[in-house]
């Protein structure tokens, strides 16, 4: 489905439980589980270098879309900057690979980037589409990246979350909407949904606005101890296979 916003940009929503749903998520959530089940036979020096490819991808597509966008002359600050949920999980993965200190990203990223992942693969909406294939591959690469890198560090390269990090996630998320809810407001943007909801029909979407947000607060919430207690069970299915 096609709508076209006050900014001049197409956003393309794929209806959910439709034939091109269906086979997208399929597709996406095979490659997904083949990269994990591969790392399980994958040496951790390989495991290290494929986090570096999985970085430079989601690098390379947050320089060059904007980039791509601009040469068209469809480049808007309303629509194009990485202020959406995923857009910022994506530079996070995009850095993560190549620093030492990687405790307090990751913290941030493993809730983020899950739950920005399956939301985008399961209620697909695009913004600035227009009609190229590199938009629509694009869109999948990068939210099946920001899903798997995390679980990727998680099962492969010893990292675990820190006690605090749900709370300091939820405390940062609604630091964020601070700034970009006023930003949203100057510039006619949409950034992390804060001015109108989703156009795909998405369940969590619950009311008209600013209801719908208040509802998001608490499925963050919800996803936050949920993604929290089952990478405790990840960690402890991990130690008990390596005994």
Not at 66 to 80: E, K
Request: charge should be positive; charged fraction near 10%; glycine fraction near 4%.
């Amino acid at each position: 489905m096609f709508i076209l916003s006050d900014t001049k940009a197409i956003t393309y929503t794929i209806e959910i439980l439709s034939e091109e749903w269906v086979r997208n998520t399929i597709v996406s959530f095979l490659i997904i589980f083949s990269i994990l089940a591969l790392a399980r036979f994958s040496t951790k020096q390989q495991n290290i270098y494929f986090t570096y490819f999985m970085g430079v991808v989601i690098f390379l597509s947050s320089i060059i879309s904007p980039i791509r966008t601009y040469i068209s002359g469809n480049f808007s600050i309303a629509v194009d900057l990485p202020f959406h949920l995923c857009g910022i999980s994506a530079l996070i993965c995009s850095v993560i690979p190549f620093v030492k200190k990687k405790q307090g990203l990751f913290d941030f990223v493993f809730y983020t980037g899950i739950i920005g992942g399956i939301m985008g693969i399961l209620t697909p909406q695009m913004t600035d589409y227009d009609g190229s294939f590199y938009v629509y591959f694009v869109f999948y690469v990068r939210h099946i990246i920001i899903f798997t890198m995390p679980i990727f560090l998680l099962q492969n390269l010893n990292l675990k979350l820190s006690k605090k990090s749900m709370i300091k996630t939820f405390l940062i998320l609604n630091l964020m909407l601070v700034f970009i809810m006023p930003f949203n407001f100057y510039t006619g943007g949409n950034y992390m949904y804060l001015a109108e909801p989703p156009q795909v029909n998405n369940p969590l979407v619950i009311g008209q606005w600013p209801i719908y947000i208040l509802w998001f607060e608490v499925f963050v919430i919800i996803f936050l101890i949920i993604l929290y207690n089952l990478s405790s069970i990840s960690l402890k299915y991990s130690a008990n296979n390596s005994v």
